[in-house]
């Protein structure tokens, strides 16, 4: 069943159904991406925000040069 | 606690010391990395000491740059941003601590194996099956810890960046097992259960997927914390970040076969390799462009800040790479670029550039917070900075000189093309050696910018004291997010899902079918199509409520995105584990090792020749010419593993059986500079030395008739004195020559072995007489 794999030949197909493939993903996904809601989106990206306050040592001064 | 909250108190210590274990392996790769480049250019650094020898020592470095610099680091940062991102402890101390010492004692397992020749012989998958055991162990505790802790988070939403920690889990998890199925033959030693053509394939799906999941995906989790977290902004466009994410993992897992391009891999699986490859173009830069676009407002700090500069370039690097790999997987450049020192460069632009900048940028960030006290030297890390900017470009720069002039040099022909130009590739060798010097320059540079980074550290942290962060979480915090979390039925049982994956399965129906099922495949694909449209049409919300809600649940997510992974990874090896087996191989089939050559083999791999030694003429007429005859897919069907290679510091040999008499193959092996002028070669005296130990042959062959190779029913008295008889000839030869060698020596199994190459028998042919029963 697998013989047209063994002794075919792909050019004509594989890259077509290859790309479909990758566009189908990557519209699919920017289509959801861009129907985002804002105020989600932005709550999301502020996320690494989030943890702040923590103690002390996350405001030392970590730049100063000696 | 007061007002009702609660503090959090992150464990900040299993970063601490997976962040020292970075620095001191980081170290220790980059050392062996210069050595290794050194003894390319020198012969002498390998002082003539097996585990001292360039073959020995490179797995080493590539397994400690790969699993334990990087390793460390991306364990280093996943669990610092992880504990924020969840608003959450880590689950379990004791796992952490398992975790950390589990993956430190599989690092000194590794080196104290690696040197003595114990390897599988299959690259970034040399470790022998007890320690790969060690590993699936570790990272299942790994994965226990992490996902508990996530079951345990107050923060709802999961950032972009644990999305990228879960996709690195399981996958690197599936490629590891996959990779790694062997059946033992002794504590030490294990044939892997794919051989040939369908071990080429997997080795360089999980190879790939290695770059892909190891050193990338995480990293990239690392960087969408990190990158915003030192420029004090949010991430450009969280809404790219998801499309980065999602292409990523759909599309990374396909590329594999673009490491073997015009080989005898079946052509359908090159040319997916190369159109995959390609698409990745798109999600990579726009990962970069979204990092770097961080930094807008910030470029000022850029200027100053060790942190932002080392994270800027690694970016940079990381968008540099991975254009330069797409590009490698246009055939036309890859056979110029392949088995080059244009390669090398191409992964350690990535490597040097993209994880080590990235490592030292995050260690700068993390060295201030852990220990509670300013960088000792701020002046150091940019000085850091600029020694490692200009190491690794002297090393790529040096590389891509180096890779691009020998990959001309093999393919210049003269007479219209029916002449080699160069046909001495010791010419090719020798016109390098300025730019392998320059790699050495290069390397030592970045390593001494990594001892200033490992100064800076100690200088800061002695006599602080370590402190972890903490957080305070209010109930509020812990309310529930306004989009649900799914249940497990409705996570699967959904039309999105569901027609996806029926869809799918009509796609490779009609892709991989007979006529009928091919028909049928195509009909059901297209109705699941217009289903899917129709649907979407009158249902949108509730595919994009499911959408909102899977981000929000963690072990759906991470069942679906295993799913993606799985999918590409099996459309590609199903089809070639059916089709592609000995029983099916057209034109020439290989015909299996005596008992000696057997044993010769194992030696070849042992000593690691398959690093700098090919074993695959490609379908090209400068390959062709050099070499001989292309290699046919059967003609390494039985070779469990396969030893196609990837580099070529030395001719190929997948047809230098009864090239050369048996002489000369043991004065090359005692001295290649006594047969070949101005080579680089190390020299394996001690194959001269040792004594062979058959003893082991038996229990060899018994597991290679279970893989399916052809050796017929056998006592160990007759194997052993099959592979004695045939010692004897060639000792006897080799006397005949006036190299009197003993029979029991290992280089006698190798002469055996290497004079086997490129033996064949046609397909449909009368078996031809062969010299070794056990070989009928």
């Avoid at chain 2, 570790?138 to 996530?150: A, D, E, K, P």
């Avoid at chain 2, 673009?258 to 040319?271: E, K, R």
Wanted: net charge positive; with cysteine; hydrophobic share 50%.
């Amino acid at each position: 069943m697998l013989q047209r794999l063994v002794t075919g030949n792909p050019q004509a197909i594989c890259t077509v159904l290859a790309f479909a493939f990758a566009a189908s993903i990557f519209f699919a996904m920017a289509w959801r991406a861009l129907r985002m809601d804002r105020a989600r989106s932005d709550r999301l990206a502020r996320l690494p925000f989030d943890s702040s306050p923590e103690t002390a040592h996350d405001q030392a001064d970590h730049s100063a040069e000696r | 606690m007061s007002d009702g909250k609660t503090t959090v108190e992150f464990n900040d210590r299993i970063v601490r010391q997976f962040l020292c274990a970075t620095l001191i392996w980081g170290a220790v790769a980059m050392l062996v990395g210069v050595l290794i480049a050194a003894q390319l250019n020198f012969w002498q650094l390998n002082f003539g000491k097996s585990w001292l020898t360039w073959s020995h020592l490179r797995p080493l470095h590539t397994n400690a740059a790969i699993f334990a610099f990087v390793g460390n680091m991306m364990f280093a940062g996943i669990y610092y941003s992880t504990q924020r991102l969840v608003k959450a402890r880590l689950a379990s101390d004791f796992l952490s601590q398992f975790h950390f010492w589990g993956w430190q004692a599989i690092i000194v397992a590794a080196a104290a194996t690696l040197p003595f020749g114990l390897t599988r012989g299959k690259e970034y998958a040399e470790l022998i099956w007890p320690i790969n055991l060690m590993v699936v162990v570790v990272w299942v505790v790994f994965g226990v810890n992490f996902f508990w802790t996530l079951a345990r988070r107050r923060e709802p939403s999961l950032y972009v960046a644990i999305w990228f920690y879960i996709a690195t889990i399981v996958t690197v998890a599936m490629l590891y097992i996959v990779n790694h199925l062997s059946i033992p033959t002794s504590l030490t030693h294990s044939y892997p259960v794919f051989g040939g053509v369908q071990d080429a394939l997997v080795q360089w799906w999980y190879g790939h997927n290695a770059v892909a999941f190891f050193l990338t995906t995480p990293i990239l989790g690392i960087m969408y914390y990190f990158v915003p977290k030192a420029a004090e902004r949010p991430v450009y466009s969280y809404r790219l970040s998801i499309v980065h994410f999602w292409s990523l993992v759909f599309v990374y897992i396909w590329a594999g076969p673009h490491h073997l391009l015009n080989t005898a891999l079946p052509p359908w699986l090159q040319l997916l390799g190369t159109t995959f490859s390609l698409m990745l173009w798109a999600p990579s830069w726009g990962g970069m462009l979204n990092g770097l676009l961080t930094l807008r407002g910030a470029w000022d700090k850029v200027r100053t800040d060790p942190v932002l500069k080392f994270f800027a370039a690694g970016i940079t690097f990381y968008g540099m790479a991975t254009f330069e790999g797409p590009l490698l997987s246009i055939p036309s450049v890859n056979a110029l670029a392949h088995y080059t020192d244009w390669i090398i460069g191409h992964v350690h632009a990535g490597t040097l550039g993209w994880n080590g900048f990235m490592a030292a940028g995050m260690t700068y960030y993390l060295l201030p917070r852990l220990w509670n006290r300013p960088l000792h030297s701020t002046a150091l890390a940019n000085l850091h900075f600029w020694i490692g900017t200009v190491g690794i470009l002297l090393y790529v720069g040096a590389m891509w000189t180096s890779g691009i002039t020998q990959g001309v040099m093999l393919n210049a022909t003269t007479e219209n093309g029916t002449v080699l130009a160069y046909p001495n590739f010791l010419d090719t060798v020798n016109a390098i050696r300025p730019m392998m010097l320059m790699r050495v320059i290069g390397g030592g540079l970045y390593l001494t910018g990594w001892f200033l980074l490992a100064y800076n550290a100690v200088r800061t942290v002695r006599g602080a004291q370590p402190v972890n962060g903490s957080i305070e979480v209010s109930p509020e915090a812990e309310a529930p997010d306004p989009v649900r979390p799914l249940r497990v039925a409705g996570a699967f049982f959904n039309p999105p899902v569901l027609l996806a994956l029926v869809g799918g399965g009509f796609l490779c129906a009609w892709m991989f079918g007979g006529e009928f099922v091919k028909l049928s495949g195509l009909v059901g694909a297209m109705l699941c199509f217009a289903l899917a449209m129709g649907h979407l049409e009158s249902d949108g919300k509730a595919w994009a409520a499911w959408y909102d809600r899977l981000l929000v649940t963690a072990l759906p997510f991470t069942i679906l995105t295993l799913v993606a992974v799985v999918a590409g990874g099996l459309i590609q090896i199903i089809p070639t584990v059916v089709a592609n087996q000995a029983i099916n191989v057209e034109d020439r089939r290989q015909i299996p090792y005596t008992p000696l050559e057997l044993a010769g083999r194992d030696l070849y791999v042992r000593e690691g020749c398959y690093l700098c030694h090919s074993q695959m003429i490609r379908t090209l007429v400068p390959d062709v010419l050099r070499y001989g005859d292309y290699s046919r897919l059967g003609e390494s069907i039985y070779d469990h593993p396969f030893q196609w290679g990837s580099k070529r510091n030395g001719p190929d040999l997948a047809r230098v059986g009864g090239k050369y008499p048996n002489v000369w193959h043991l004065r090359h092996l005692d001295d290649p500079r006594a047969i070949s002028a101005g080579s680089n070669m190390p020299s394996f005296r001690w194959l001269l030395d040792n004594r062979l130990d058959l003893s082991t042959l038996p229990g060899r062959i018994r597991v290679q008739r279970r893989l399916g190779v052809p050796y017929p029913e056998a006592s160990p008295a007759e194997i052993i004195g099959e592979a004695q008889g045939q010692a004897e000839a060639i000792a006897a030869d080799l006397s005949k020559a006036g190299a009197p060698t003993p029979a029991d020596r290992e280089v006698v199994a190798l002469i055996a072995y290497l004079q086997k190459l490129g033996r064949y028998e046609p397909v449909g042919a009368p078996a031809p007489a062969r010299s070794s029963r056990l070989a009928q």
